[in-house]
């Protein structure tokens, strides 16, 4: 089970318990009024019952949803990872054509000219990754292909009158060799921006 999936049934979990309760309550209407004094001793220890029912629900919830939570995801920027350089410009990638299966790559994705949208599409033409492509700025793109194929790269953000046809093509294989390097520098790490007195490698 996907975690769409996942979501999905706690959406209808969810649904069918405000459900039931909208019923109870409901139907409680249909019995014969009481006194306060009658009913005020149950209805405390209803409440106390339905209190603790609660918290324990959402501390079910939250031990069970914690896998979802992004701190997980934020803790593989550590792995090790193949530094792959991408450079945008108008109308082009400029980046390897053939990458490995099942290895982790890091992208570091910027622009010589405008902003660009970077889109990786799957053989079945499913956007599985993006980040944008922005001048003298580098964002860091973590990828692992888990299915061999052929793959293509769009660009997602209006970049001028070729922008419908700034695509890139690359192939991702069992025993693909490594990706050359290219010229591009910039450190491992957080986004950063490179000082206004530093050489520009893009030029």
């Known amino acids: 089970m996907d975690a769409a999936e996942k979501l999905l049934l706690m959406f209808f979990i969810l649904a069918a318990v405000a459900m039931f309760v909208f019923v109870t309550v409901a139907w409680s209407t249909r019995l014969p009024e009481q006194e306060q004094a009658e009913v005020q001793h149950r209805g ?3 409440r106390g019952r339905w ?3 609660i918290t324990l629900f959402l501390l079910a919830a939250f031990f069970a949803t914690i896998p979802f939570f992004p701190y997980l995801a934020a803790a593989e920027a550590l792995l090790p ?3 792959v350089p991408v450079i ?3 109308f082009v990638f400029i980046m390897p054509d053939h990458f490995p299966l099942n290895r982790r790559i890091l992208f570091e994705v910027t622009s010589r000219d405008v902003n660009h949208g970077f889109g990786i599409y799957n053989p079945e033409g499913q ?3 993006q980040t944008q492509a922005m001048p003298d700025y580098v964002n ?4 692992t292909f888990h299915q061999p194929g052929h793959y293509t790269v769009r660009c997602l953000e209006y970049c001028g009158v070729g922008h419908a046809i700034m695509q890139k093509d690359f192939t991702v294989e069992g025993a693909s060799p490594t990706p050359a390097p290219m010229p591009m520098s910039q450190p ?3 986004n950063t921006v490179p000082s206004s007195n ?3 490698p893009f030029e």
């Open 127 to 129: 956007l599985i990754a």
């Open 44 to 46: 405390y220890a209803i």
């Open 88 to 90: 945008a410009q108008q």
């Open 81 to 83: 990872a193949e530094k």
């Open 198 to 200: 530093a050489s520009n």
């Open 51 to 53: 209190f603790l029912g």
């Open 140 to 143: 860091y793109l973590a990828v």
């Open 188 to 190: 491992s790490g957080t």
